[in-house]
């Protein structure tokens, strides 16, 4: 049985930073390529970040410079540092990978 799962998110001021983590089981881990995403009231999910199995990333040029992801590969873990919040960033974060999804962790930027 796959799982994802979130943890990290919570409320923080403009200009925080938070880390998510993503634990994984029930896949192979290290051949997968990873993904956060999110989604804001009223708005459709959009890929944050990805990172590839062997490690080259992209990420939504709203975030470039402010989120980072990374992987764990021993861990079976995918991480996104993100600084320099804004409050257009209020979403909850979805972990991803193939076919699977995360339940989510709220994040929640206050002005």
């Known amino acids: 049985q796959v799982q994802l799962v979130e943890s990290g998110g919570g409320l923080v001021q403009a200009g925080g930073s938070l880390r998510l983590s993503c634990a994984a089981s029930?896949?192979?881990?290290?051949?997968?390529?990873m993904g956060w995403y999110r989604q804001a009231p009223g708005k459709q999910r959009e890929l944050v970040a990805g990172?590839?199995?062997?490690?080259?990333?992209n990420y939504a040029d709203s975030v470039k410079g402010r989120f980072t992801i990374s992987r764990d590969n021993a861990k079976n873990k995918v991480y996104l540092q993100m600084n320099s919040l804004k409050p257009v960033y209020t979403a909850v974060y979805y972990c991803?990978?193939?076919?699977?999804w995360g339940q989510g962790t709220q994040v929640r930027v206050s002005s």
């Open positions: 029930g896949i192979i881990f290290s051949i997968n390529t």
């Open positions: 990172i590839h199995r062997y490690g080259s990333t």
């Open positions: 991803h990978s193939a076919l699977y």
